[in-house]
């Protein structure tokens, strides 16, 4: 089968923590999606404490904090405007000894974050059962990146095999074959944060990606696959 439909899983906005790229905005991340025939994008913003941090809002209340954490999202969504579909997603990292563990979450609903505030203080066992009670799925981002520590697979659903940011070594060909050893899914994505990274890596599916709901079934399908440039 040839999958044909190209879609980034991980973008970041100027809202991210680790965004140092005044041109890191709706409008041009946008354009580049159109210059690369994107079909669809995942907007994945930092979720951490340091992203409060940054901003000076650590002392906000979760409401607000949350109501900051979408502004990425909801402006790329509305300077869409339908032409093509952006999801909610998340880039998460918790508060507690996993270190600089991310990890990529897709399906995440606006209510569920705003109905939970402790998420932060969750850890890779916790946060995969509330995944999984709720429909989500929960993806290690670049686990052999520098700085990382690799997660029990039992609370993973899949792993970040290539990952497009020129600015890291995230060992990609490593990452493939541990998730090959445990049978997880697999995730491809440009980690988008400077105008240059856009178009590198992705998916391909076979039908259109218009929704979360969507998007859970085909990767739980393993209907798709994994582009590596």
Same mark, same amino acid.
Not at 65 to 76: C, H, S, T, V, W
Not at 149 to 161: H, R, W
């Given at each position: 089968m040839r999958y044909v439909i190209d879609n980034d899983m991980h973008i970041h906005t100027n809202l991210s923590r680790c965004s140092n790229d005044p041109n890191q905005n709706a409008k041009t991340i946008l354009e580049h999606a159109k210059k690369y025939r994107l079909k669809t994008i995942v907007v994945t913003d930092h979720?951490?404490?340091?992203?409060? $941090?940054?901003?000076? @809002? !650590?002392?906000?209340?979760?409401?607000?904090?949350?109501?900051?954490?979408?502004?990425?999202?909801?402006?790329?969504k509305k300077t869409a405007n339908g032409r093509i579909p952006v999801l909610l997603g998340m880039e998460l990292?918790? @508060?507690?000894? !996993?270190?600089?563990?991310?990890?990529?979450?897709?399906? &995440?609903?606006?209510?569920?974050?705003?109905?939970?505030?402790?998420?932060?203080? $969750?850890?890779?066992?916790?946060?995969?059962?509330?995944?999984?009670?709720?429909?989500?799925?929960?993806?290690?981002?670049?686990?052999f990146r520098?700085? $990382?520590?690799?997660?029990?697979?039992?609370?993973?659903?899949?792993? !970040?095999?290539?990952?497009?940011?020129?600015?890291h070594n995230s060992s990609n060909d490593i990452a493939e074959m541990w998730a090959k050893k445990y049978d997880l899914?697999?995730?491809?994505?440009?980690?988008?944060?400077? &105008?240059?990274?856009?178009?590198?890596?992705?998916?391909?599916?076979?039908? !259109? &990606?218009t929704d979360n709901k969507t998007l859970v079934e085909e990767l739980s399908k393993r209907n798709y696959e994994i582009k590596k440039v």
């Open positions: 979720l951490s404490p340091s992203t409060f $941090m940054k901003y000076s @809002r !650590e002392l906000l209340p979760w409401k607000k904090k949350i109501d900051f954490f979408l502004r990425g999202y909801n402006e790329a990292r918790f @508060r507690t000894s !996993e270190g600089d563990n991310d990890y990529l979450v897709y399906g &995440i609903n606006e209510d569920l974050l705003y109905n939970t505030p402790k998420i932060l203080n $969750m850890n890779s066992r916790t946060f995969y059962d509330l995944a999984h009670k709720n429909g989500f799925l929960v993806f290690q981002a670049h686990p520098v700085g $990382m520590k690799v997660t029990n697979p039992k609370y993973l659903d899949g792993v !970040e095999i290539f990952n497009g940011n020129p600015r899914m697999v995730t491809s994505g440009s980690d988008y944060h400077e &105008i240059e990274d856009l178009g590198s890596g992705g998916i391909w599916f076979n039908k !259109e &990606i």
